[in-house]
């Protein structure tokens, strides 16, 4: 997947957002080696835990992979912003 254009229909758009984002992460090598880590460490943690604690741990991956993904949204749009009043696209004065 190839990320879109960064537009203000684009920002606007939180679908078209999160697919952007995402395009961008799948092709980074370096987040391909943390969730390579990551999985190893789930795995093991996995065979060490009773079902309740399992449970417990995917739902707090779960809450943690929502905050990291809203944030990335948010700063991902707030840098748009910025990069438009810089280039003074957006700028109202």
Do not use: Y
Not at 55 to 83: E, H, K, M, P, S
Request: hydrophobic share 40%; charged share 30%.
């Amino acid at each position: 997947m190839t990320a879109a254009r960064l537009t203000p229909s684009v920002v606007t758009n939180d679908a078209q957002l999160a697919r952007a984002i995402d395009a961008v992460i799948e092709a980074d090598d370096e987040d391909r080696a943390h969730r390579r880590t990551l999985t190893t460490l789930q795995s093991e943690l996995r065979g060490r835990v009773d079902d309740q604690t399992w449970q417990l741990c995917l739902r707090l991956d779960a809450a943690t992979n929502a905050r990291i993904a809203d944030l990335a949204g948010t700063l991902t749009t707030w840098a748009f912003v910025q990069g438009q009043l810089d280039s003074g696209k957006g700028d109202e004065r």
